[in-house]
């Protein structure tokens, strides 16, 4: 299967800093890709659907001015958490779809991210 | 609304016994169903689909998942659990729409298989 690299997969910052996750599809071109957020023994909730060459589209609650993401290219799309705060702190996943496919496709997903602000 | 329903946080199971994770949803119309495990610190792995055509379907590591159209289910099932499926699963579903529509995902369950 078509292949998400998302990196770093483990960071720490301090509170105030800024921090940029990567999500890149590595053998497969993707217009669109989603990021969740996953907290401790839950579910992944949607935070936005980013859009190559677009904005991003937020899920409501989720701020955009601290959460923002790019999508510059069909290979990448960035999150970055500005001025973390301790809250920040979880489990930040992305997935993308081959670019053209249905919505019988299914979504291939990176590895995660685990973000800790202290 | 679309949603998913996965009543059970937890599932405890014996080596070499059958599994079973329940799923139901609800959705207006007919809905793409997924099942996706996912393993401590990762992301997630797909492991089957429904879209059309038999009501069985066969996935990877030898789960598979019966769909039900009047019970609104999509249980996931395998016939002898490995320790090494211990996990945890989710099911999603997703709106017969555009290829942008993203996926609803259950609340997850914890399967523990016991050697």
């Known amino acids: 299967g078509a292949v998400v690299s998302q990196h770093p997969s483990r960071v720490i910052c301090k509170s105030g800093t800024s921090v940029k996750i990567e999500c890149r599809s590595l053998d497969f071109q993707a217009t669109t890709m989603f990021w969740y957020r996953q907290f401790p023994k839950q579910s992944l909730m949607l935070m936005a659907t980013?859009?190559?060459?677009?904005?991003?589209?937020?899920e409501q609650g989720v701020e955009k001015d601290k959460f923002l993401i790019n999508h510059a290219s069909l290979t990448l799309s960035t999150l970055t958490v500005t001025s973390a705060h301790p809250e920040d702190s979880s489990f930040y996943i992305c997935?993308?779809?081959?670019?053209?496919?249905?919505?019988?496709?299914?979504?291939?997903f990176g590895q995660g991210t685990r973000l800790t602000v202290v | 609304a679309q949603s998913v329903a996965q009543p059970e946080d937890q599932v405890n199971v014996a080596e070499g016994n059958p599994l079973t994770v329940k799923c139901t949803y609800s959705v207006s119309g007919n809905p793409y169903l997924f099942w996706y495990v996912q393993y401590p610190n990762r992301g997630l792995q797909f492991l089957l689909k429904y879209i059309t055509g038999d009501n069985l379907v066969k996935g990877s590591y030898g789960f598979e998942a019966e769909f039900n159209k009047s019970q609104t289910s999509f249980h996931l099932k395998k016939p002898s659990a490995l320790v090494s499926d211990s996990a945890l699963y989710f099911c999603?579903?997703?709106?017969?729409?555009?290829?942008?529509?993203?996926?609803?995902f259950g609340k997850g369950t914890r399967l523990s298989v016991i050697a």
């Open positions: 980013s859009n190559e060459g677009s904005k991003a589209t937020y």
């Open positions: 997935s993308a779809r081959v670019q053209g496919k249905g919505s019988d496709t299914e979504a291939f």
């Open positions: 999603a579903v997703r709106d017969r729409g555009s290829g942008n529509t993203p996926l609803v």
